[in-house]
């Protein structure tokens, strides 16, 4: 929740369990309210918090431990490996829709490996309502069928972690953002999905400048730093004629897809990954018709509810008091535009620093 005076006031005295009386008359107090006024207030603030925490479930995704689930049908629909920044994961998919929302991103970096040379494993299955990860055979993690992006966000994170040899608490978050290499640090791109900001990346990449991570930008706690991740570059198909003269994979690509392929994903990698870097500017994407480029810096107070949009943060108090250390000391920008070379050429002062 993103809180402005005096509401959040009223919220802190809500989480201190103060009587509602007391509540009411503190706003009255600090806001010269009449007693009145202050109650209809309060209680529309807290009946709104109320309602939030009535309805919030904590876990999205559960983690069982090392309590271990069997396969029901008792065999898997594919096995895939890949080789990620000198390891070897194995793969085990239950059900073709488990290998869609995983493999296609992971596809180029497939290899044929025997079982002695997997560093980590993976097993995805459903099981009746829930769909499950394990991982090494040991450590179990299920989610709601119904939720396949906290299921693929959870996969993520494992992977994340046996990619870099960390856990979960060296993570202050995810950001649903492209992250792109550029002078001493990197540039977080982020949008709502469809707004052109993997075909951004993608230009960028061309111009040669090293992309990071795409849909899935990791942010250390501390020190905080955007870390890359090997998810392929999402090509929807309706951006496939703009990248295409610039990347033949995909010109080879667009004369096979079979019209109900509605993505493709470019290379990031040949397996070995850049090292971390601290980000030094957040842009706001959007593709606009309507103008050719319109770049400008925006406070960070403004943009921040559309950043919380995009962001995904353990709900603690140590990481809640890091990020907003960490966000109000990063530039940010919106950038609206039609004309993709002078966008690009918008950003030289970003891209060179």
Not at 238 to 248: I, K
Not at 293 to 309: T, Y
Request: glycine fraction near 6%; aromatic fraction near 12%; include cysteine.
């Amino acid at each position: 929740m993103q809180l402005q005076l005096p509401a959040f006031r009223i919220l802190e005295d809500w989480a201190n369990q103060l009587p509602e009386i007391q509540i009411i008359r503190n706003c009255a107090h600090e806001f010269n309210l009449q007693m009145d006024e202050a109650r209809r207030f309060v209680m529309e603030v807290t009946g709104q918090l109320q309602s939030l925490a009535c309805n919030y479930i904590q876990d999205n995704i559960v983690r069982l431990g090392d309590e271990t689930i069997p396969l029901s049908e008792g065999k898997w629909f594919t096995t895939k490996y890949y080789g990620i920044h000198g390891k070897n994961f194995r793969f085990r998919y239950s059900d073709p829709d488990l290998e869609k929302l995983i493999h296609p991103g992971f596809a180029y970096l497939e290899l044929k490996l025997p079982e002695s040379e997997v560093h980590h494993s993976f097993d995805l299955f459903y099981n009746c309502d829930q769909a499950i990860m394990q991982t090494e055979g040991q450590n179990t993690w299920k989610c709601a069928h119904s939720k396949p992006e906290y299921f693929v966000g959870s996969v993520f994170m494992q992977m994340l972690n046996c990619i870099h040899n960390s856990t979960d608490a060296h993570w202050m978050g995810t950001v649903h953002a492209s992250a792109v290499s550029a002078g001493n640090g990197a540039i977080l791109f982020t949008a709502p999905s469809g707004s052109g900001k993997s075909t951004f990346a993608a230009m960028l990449m061309d111009q040669g400048y090293p992309v990071l991570s795409d849909d899935f930008s990791p942010i250390s706690l501390n020190p905080a730093k955007v870390y890359p991740f090997p998810e392929g570059i999402s090509v929807k198909n309706r951006s496939l004629e703009v990248l295409q003269p610039y990347f033949s994979s995909l010109a080879e690509s667009g004369k096979s897809l079979t019209p109900d392929v509605r993505e493709v994903f470019l290379p990031l990698t040949t397996g070995e990954l850049p090292a971390a870097a601290p980000v030094k500017a957040i842009v706001f994407l959007q593709y606009d018709p309507s103008v050719e480029v319109e770049f400008k810096q925006i406070s960070n107070l403004q943009s921040m509810g559309r950043f919380l949009q995009q962001l995904w943060l353990p709900p603690t108090t140590e990481v809640a008091s890091s990020f907003m250390d960490w966000y109000f000391h990063i530039p940010s920008y919106t950038l609206h535009y039609s004309d993709n070379a002078k966008a690009i050429k918008s950003l030289s002062g970003l891209l060179l620093l």
